[in-house]
């Protein structure tokens, strides 16, 4: 199948090759590492953040949905937009992809994926909402031409799985609807800082009785991911050990944690855990969402529930895009289920291996603490990938590729994890008496991280310089 999607993607990429905005051509193509792809009426937000994005040594290109309409083929825009991010991946090898707007702005792409689920009725349950559309770019996703995208090898007339499972580039998006809403996730980009704080990880813990116990759970994710080898400090709220409340959940979150694991029930504007009796009790919400007050130690937070990243509601935006749309606090980066998402129903000694959005939580921090990939986008869909070859066969059942589809990324794909969450671990004050030490570990693990993502050594100089600042300034309050 590989080969036969690999012929298609050479003819793809021949007919789609000479084909190219004029703005495009005038661009230092050489070097690009990344695509900005907006909205016109979003365009001045969107160069603002690629100007800071060049200005970090990451060079991006940007340019709009109906600048690529003009130029690129495709029976509706997505279509026309992934033809223009293949040409942009064969021709300037682009790594990163960041979707700047909402569904309405810039598509995603609703792929069949039947669920034996039905309620809400707001929206058709056939389809999931997915931008790994954006990142897979063998193939067209519609072997049979039906135009129902993403077909398993059932579906499809042709007997072979319509997706492209593995990433050639790594893809997220900031949702917004207006260029104010976009620049304020923009501004929070621009403002990502280095902090003591972001070394921290809550974990929210809620439970389904019939199902999972978040504790037992959230110990797990802990432990596997190598947040645990690192000395990560951690605060653990869960229902079993009645420490987690909407209150406790929202003062923990607003003190600014650079890691937020959580599992629960959820909807698109609510997380809820359930006790013994079957009562649902609310946990955190688009309220929470939008009066955080976290600034300027923006949380990453994976969400494992249902429907709480159903980002493509035409009435509402989900609750994901509440906690990355927050003006004072809230997240520079979500992953959540634009779908039902169905949980394993394993018993505990199951979860590492129980698959589904439980599994691909801990791989996507097992990606970020244990093999220090830097950017969101590449750990998630390295995660994914893996997860793929691992479950084979089972990737053909439409609840394994609902939970792989629709777990999507709210922001910046590129954004440096490691960098901002684990390096600041090395260079705490605690270690100010091995000061030298510690600068040559940072500098060996930098170059590491650097060559592995071809991360530019001016951009790593200029790190260092501002860590050693902040170290120095950091020794000079401690006299
Ligand atoms: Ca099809
Ligand atoms: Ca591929
Ligand atoms: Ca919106
Ligand atoms: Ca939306």
New binding site residues.
């Given amino acids: 199948m590989f080969f036969r999607k690999g012929i298609a993607f050479f003819l793809l990429s021949l007919f789609f090759l000479p084909i190219l905005p004029i703005s495009a051509i005038q661009a230092n193509t050489s070097a690009l590492r990344g695509l900005i792809i907006t909205d016109e009426g979003l365009h001045t937000a969107a160069l603002d953040l690629g100007s800071f994005k060049n200005s970090t040594g990451m060079s991006t290109f940007t340019t709009t949905a109906q600048e690529i309409a003009k130029s690129y083929q495709g029976r509706d825009l997505a279509e026309k937009i992934r033809n223009f991010i293949i040409y942009a991946y064969r021709s300037w090898n682009i790594k990163w992809v960041i979707l700047a707007g909402d569904v309405e702005k810039v598509p995603t792409r609703l792929v069949y994926n039947p669920d034996i689920y039905t309620e809400p009725e707001d929206y058709d349950h056939r389809f999931t909402a997915t931008d790994y559309y954006y990142a897979?770019?063998?193939g067209d996703w519609d072997a049979d031409g039906d135009n129902n995208f993403g077909e398993n090898r059932t579906m499809c007339a042709n007997g072979v799985d319509e997706t492209?499972f593995?990433?050639?580039v790594y893809v997220g998006r900031l949702p917004a609807s207006s260029s104010t809403e976009l620049q304020i996730i923009v501004d929070k980009i621009k403002g990502y800082r280095t902090s003591e704080k972001l070394r921290r990880t809550l974990f929210i813990g809620g439970n389904s009785p019939a199902h999972y116990e978040g504790q037992e759970y959230c110990a797990l994710v802990y432990n596997v991911s190598g947040m645990l080898e690192i000395s990560q400090p951690k605060v653990m709220l869960t229902t079993s050990s009645r420490n987690l409340t909407y209150y406790s959940a929202k003062q923990y979150f607003n003190d600014g944690f650079g890691a937020v694991v959580s599992i629960s029930h959820g909807d698109i504007s609510t997380l809820a855990s359930e006790d013994s009796q079957g009562n649902f009790l609310k946990i955190f919400d688009e309220r929470a969402a939008r009066d955080a007050t976290n600034a300027p130690n923006y949380s990453f937070w994976f969400i494992v529930a249902c429907e709480s990243g159903r980002f493509d509601a035409s009435d509402k935006d989900c609750l994901a895009e509440h906690i990355i749309l927050s003006k004072n606090g809230g997240c520079i980066g979500v992953i959540a289920h634009s779908r039902i998402s169905w949980g394993r129903w394993l018993p505990k000694e199951h979860y590492t291996s129980g698959g589904g959005a439980f599994e691909l939580n801990w791989r996507f921090w097992q990606k970020i603490f244990k093999e220090h990939i830097a950017g969101s986008g590449e750990a998630l869909y390295k995660a994914k990938a893996d997860y793929v070859s691992i479950y084979g066969k089972m990737m053909q059942q439409e609840d394994q590729r609902r939970d792989i589809l629709g777990m999507n990324l709210l922001g910046d794909p590129s954004i440096d994890l490691v960098m901002y969450i684990i390096i600041i671990e090395l260079a705490s004050p605690s270690a100010s008496m091995l000061c030298s030490c510690v600068a040559l570990s940072v500098l060996t693990l930098l170059l590491k991280i650097g060559k592995k993502r071809g991360f530019h050594s001016s951009s790593i100089s200029s790190w260092l310089a501002h860590s050693s600042n902040s170290l120095r300034k950091r020794r000079m309050n401690a006299r």
């Fill in positions: 897979g770019l063998e492209d593995t990433p050639e």
